[in-house]
């Protein structure tokens, strides 16, 4: 078992410095981005600390329904999801500082995305569909504000699309706790667990709670059908927000809950393939996998195109979560995490690349290796990561889900993930075509590299992914298979 | 009618009135009325320490917020003309919406026949410190973002 986490201090430390942020920056602004770096960092290596726990034998003790005081989860997951909060998090404040905006604005700017990733960090923790809840909630409030911070029209236009379509997502999820805590008594994933061993999945009851609290969660986690406010959002928000949307908000709001609930299916079916809420989650999987590829094909602009590809690769992860096999769950866990490392870096340099041509039009892009070499080598890394090739880290992901699938019988399914890996591969060849090869336009003859600054947390991220890939042996029996066995 | 059926129906119809308000100060004092209404409800059902939790949170803390906010709103900006036929059809959607519970709450309310007998009861000072003091964390946080969310769009008004 985890050594038990201490995530009340995950949670508070940020979220106390969110509330010293704006009087820091009273003092001088530039202490506000000082503490919400210094408080991310923190949290991210007092995070990292905790990985060589993960290779103890594990428990999932999310089943426990102990009334302690342990209102907390405390497995290898909701670790995993804690290293991937403060780590994007910690990109997207430290980007920030280089984002332009008045002075005046930056204590609640700060304040903002720590409040988000103290939420989000709620969410891990969670063992309880009702805290998950209110977690998800606030992480929802704080990312309407960061999407309508600059007052454009185009933030405005966005901050509400996210607001009106999740409003009634949340109204789903409380409606499912409501008829969980009806049916079982609790509402605790380990309550859920209970009613469907004991009911067995087929039961209607059971059924409506699982399929209530899904459509909840996949309108959060932007899947097809339910991504409508997705590429808004990720277009119009300010660029380091959508990085921190596209790498995290999405997993921690949405995705994290569809894997508790396939968690949870697996107690009464040890490769739940054959379940009706796991053959959902695939189907819906697979729709986002293929439509989120083919939307991101005839985009124009970077970082809509970005949004449509973030759509397909949640899609990867629910996919590989639906199967349910422990392998296939182990996969969901990986891609994940890989998942916020190349977003994360793809747009953080739609971000720089915005700063300095004033675009993210790629009609009116081109020609940007020359100029800015880092930006592009950061970006190739990351596309390469997303599409899937060796050696890197999203390579790996990719082909546990795939061999996974195969495995439980999944074969078409399996050929949906290898198609749409080509299709992904083909829209990013694409892209680069269009934003960093070929000729440069005239208007774009003077433009140079971001600050060294700005290339920082793009450069780290390709490290991780470049270093996840060659160390895969080691990581495999190291994180991957315990991750893996403890989901038997 | 009984009470508890009239009781939703007063909850149903200020909470329409608090969207559909031309004042934003009627729309506040609206859903303080909802709100005092869903305490009623509470009480009514036996859930004491909710309803108190709710009257004060609720129908209070959060009434105060928003009245405040009305009030340092300039005047002129709350007679902006807008399309108003979105917030009339939301009566119509609200009908549809009961018929189709109508229709459907009594094989749903079969369907969640509880499968467990009802928890022994356990006092409120146990319940929220001790096993749902995380939630409490989250309502904190929610605060702090609320809070936070005002501060950034009021500061765009305030430049704009």
Not at chain 1, 166 to 175: E, G, K, Q, R, Y
Not at chain 2, 29 to 57: D, H, K, Q, R, Y
């Given at each position: 078992?985890?050594?038990?986490?201490?995530?009340?201090?995950?949670?508070?430390?940020?979220?106390?410095?969110?509330?010293?942020?704006?009087?820091?920056?009273?003092?001088?602004?530039?202490?506000a981005?000082?503490?919400?770096?210094?408080?991310?960092?923190?949290?991210?290596?007092?995070?990292?600390?905790?990985?060589?726990?993960?290779?103890?034998?594990?428990?999932?003790?999310?089943?426990?329904?102990?009334?302690?005081?342990?209102?907390f989860?405390?497995?290898?997951?909701?670790?995993?999801?804690?290293?991937?909060?403060?780590?994007?998090?910690?990109?997207?404040?430290?980007?920030?500082?280089?984002?332009?905006?008045?002075?005046?604005?930056?204590?609640?700017?700060?304040?903002?995305?720590?409040?988000?990733?103290?939420?989000?960090?709620?969410?891990?923790?969670?063992?309880?569909?009702?805290?998950?809840?209110?977690?998800?909630?606030?992480?929802?409030?704080?990312?309407?504000?960061?999407?309508?911070?600059?007052?454009?029209?185009?933030?405005?236009?966005?901050?509400?699309?996210?607001?009106?379509?999740?409003?009634p997502?949340s109204t789903?999820?409380?409606?499912?706790?409501?008829?969980?805590?009806?049916?079982?008594?609790?509402?605790?994933?380990?309550?859920?667990?209970?009613?469907?061993?004991?009911?067995?999945?087929?039961?209607?009851?059971?059924?409506?709670?699982?399929?209530?609290?899904?459509?909840?969660?996949?309108?959060?986690?932007?899947?097809?059908?339910?991504?409508?406010?997705t590429?808004?959002?990720?277009?119009?928000?300010?660029?380091?927000?959508?990085?921190?949307?596209?790498g995290?908000?999405?997993?921690?709001?949405?995705?994290?809950?569809?894997i508790?609930?396939?968690?949870?299916?697996?107690?009464?079916?040890?490769?739940?393939?054959?379940?009706?809420?796991?053959?959902?989650?695939?189907?819906?999987?697979?729709?986002?996998?293929?439509?989120?590829?083919?939307?991101a094909?005839?985009?124009?602009?970077?970082k809509?195109?970005l949004?449509?590809?973030?759509?397909?690769?949640?899609?990867?992860?629910?996919?590989?979560?639906?199967?349910?096999?422990?392998?296939?769950?182990?996969g969901?866990?990986?891609?994940?995490?890989?998942?916020?490392?190349?977003?994360t870096?793809?747009?953080?340099?739609?971000?720089?690349?915005?700063?300095?041509?004033?675009?993210?039009?790629?009609?009116?892009?081109?020609?940007?290796?020359?100029?800015?070499?880092?930006?592009?080598?950061?970006?190739?890394?990351?596309?390469?990561?997303?599409?899937?090739?060796?050696?890197?880290?999203?390579?790996?992901?990719?082909?546990?889900?795939?061999?996974a699938?195969?495995?439980?019988?999944?074969?078409?399914?399996?050929?949906?993930?290898?198609?749409?890996?080509?299709?992904?591969?083909?829209?990013?060849?694409?892209?680069?075509?269009?934003?960093?090869?070929?000729?440069?336009?005239?208007?774009?003859?003077?433009?140079?590299?971001?600050?060294?600054?700005?290339?920082?947390?793009?450069?780290?991220?390709?490290?991780?992914?470049?270093?996840?890939?060659?160390?895969?042996?080691?990581?495999?029996?190291?994180?991957?298979?315990?991750?893996?066995?403890?989901?038997? | 009618?009984?009470?508890?059926?009239?009781?939703?129906?007063?909850?149903?119809?200020?909470?329409?009135?608090?969207?559909?308000?031309?004042?934003?100060?009627?729309?506040?004092?609206?859903?303080?009325?909802?709100?005092?209404?869903?305490?009623?409800?509470?009480?009514?059902m036996?859930?004491p320490?909710?309803?108190v939790?709710?009257?004060?949170?609720?129908?209070?803390?959060?009434?105060v917020?928003?009245?405040?906010?009305?009030?340092?709103?300039?005047?002129?900006?709350?007679?902006?003309?807008?399309?108003?036929?979105?917030?009339?059809?939301?009566p119509?959607?609200?009908?549809?919406?009961?018929?189709?519970?109508?229709?459907?709450?009594?094989?749903?309310?079969?369907?969640?026949?509880?499968?467990?007998?009802?928890?022994?009861?356990?006092?409120?000072?146990?319940?929220?410190?001790?096993?749902?003091?995380?939630?409490?964390?989250?309502?904190?946080?929610?605060f702090?973002?609320?809070?936070?969310?005002?501060?950034?769009?009021?500061?765009?008004?305030?430049?704009?």
């Amino acid at each position: 078992m985890v050594t038990s986490l201490p995530y009340f201090a995950f949670i508070a430390v940020p979220a106390l410095a969110a509330l010293a942020c704006p009087f820091a920056a009273r003092i001088k602004p530039r202490y506000a981005d000082i503490l919400a770096n210094t408080a991310l960092a923190v949290g991210l290596l007092t995070a990292l600390s905790f990985i060589p726990e993960i290779a103890k034998p594990l428990t999932l003790q999310a089943w426990n329904m102990g009334t302690g005081l342990s209102v907390f989860n405390n497995d290898v997951f909701s670790l995993l999801m804690l290293i991937t909060v403060y780590m994007v998090a910690l990109c997207t404040a430290f980007y920030s500082i280089f984002h332009e905006m008045p002075d005046g604005r930056r204590g609640v700017w700060n304040a903002l995305i720590l409040v988000c990733a103290a939420a989000m960090c709620g969410v891990a923790a969670a063992r309880d569909f009702f805290t998950l809840y209110v977690f998800v909630e606030v992480t929802a409030v704080a990312s309407y504000a960061l999407i309508a911070f600059e007052d454009r029209r185009e933030s405005t236009e966005g901050a509400l699309k996210y607001f009106f379509l999740t409003a009634p997502a949340s109204t789903f999820i409380v409606l499912g706790v409501a008829l969980l805590m009806l049916y079982t008594g609790g509402t605790s994933f380990g309550h859920l667990a209970q009613a469907m061993s004991s009911s067995g999945a087929g039961d209607s009851a059971v059924a409506i709670i699982l399929g209530v609290m899904a459509c909840g969660f996949m309108v959060k986690a932007g899947l097809v059908p339910f991504h409508g406010w997705t590429p808004d959002a990720y277009q119009s928000a300010p660029a380091p927000v959508s990085a921190l949307l596209s790498g995290v908000v999405t997993k921690a709001a949405g995705v994290y809950a569809l894997i508790r609930i396939a968690l949870a299916l697996r107690v009464i079916y040890p490769a739940h393939a054959a379940n009706a809420v796991g053959q959902a989650l695939m189907f819906f999987g697979a729709l986002s996998i293929v439509i989120g590829a083919l939307g991101a094909v005839y985009q124009r602009d970077f970082k809509r195109m970005l949004a449509f590809s973030s759509i397909s690769q949640v899609g990867y992860i629910v996919l590989a979560a639906g199967a349910g096999t422990p392998l296939a769950l182990a996969g969901a866990l990986f891609h994940l995490f890989n998942h916020a490392t190349f977003k994360t870096a793809l747009f953080l340099n739609s971000a720089a690349v915005e700063k300095q041509t004033g675009t993210t039009d790629m009609r009116k892009l081109g020609g940007l290796e020359a100029r800015m070499p880092w930006t592009a080598l950061t970006s190739n890394i990351a596309i390469l990561s997303t599409a899937g090739i060796p050696p890197l880290s999203g390579f790996w992901s990719k082909l546990i889900i795939i061999v996974a699938l195969w495995k439980a019988g999944l074969q078409s399914y399996a050929a949906i993930a290898i198609f749409a890996s080509v299709l992904t591969l083909a829209y990013f060849i694409l892209m680069q075509s269009r934003v960093f090869f070929g000729k440069t336009p005239e208007h774009l003859a003077k433009v140079s590299e971001a600050r060294a600054g700005m290339l920082l947390p793009p450069i780290l991220l390709a490290a991780v992914m470049i270093a996840i890939g060659f160390y895969f042996p080691l990581l495999f029996s190291n994180l991957v298979e315990p991750a893996a066995k403890a989901f038997l | 009618m009984n009470l508890h059926l009239f009781l939703l129906c007063l909850l149903l119809a200020f909470g329409l009135l608090s969207v559909m308000a031309r004042s934003l100060l009627l729309a506040g004092i609206s859903l303080a009325a909802a709100s005092v209404s869903l305490t009623l409800v509470l009480f009514e059902m036996n859930a004491p320490w909710a309803g108190v939790f709710e009257l004060s949170v609720c129908a209070g803390l959060i009434t105060v917020l928003f009245v405040s906010t009305v009030s340092v709103v300039r005047r002129e900006e709350q007679f902006i003309a807008e399309n108003r036929l979105r917030f009339y059809s939301l009566p119509f959607f609200l009908a549809v919406f009961g018929m189709a519970f109508w229709l459907f709450a009594e094989p749903l309310t079969r369907a969640l026949v509880p499968a467990v007998p009802p928890q022994v009861q356990i006092n409120v000072g146990t319940t929220l410190w001790q096993l749902r003091w995380g939630d409490l964390l989250g309502q904190l946080c929610v605060f702090v973002a609320g809070a936070l969310a005002i501060n950034a769009f009021f500061r765009n008004k305030n430049n704009a």
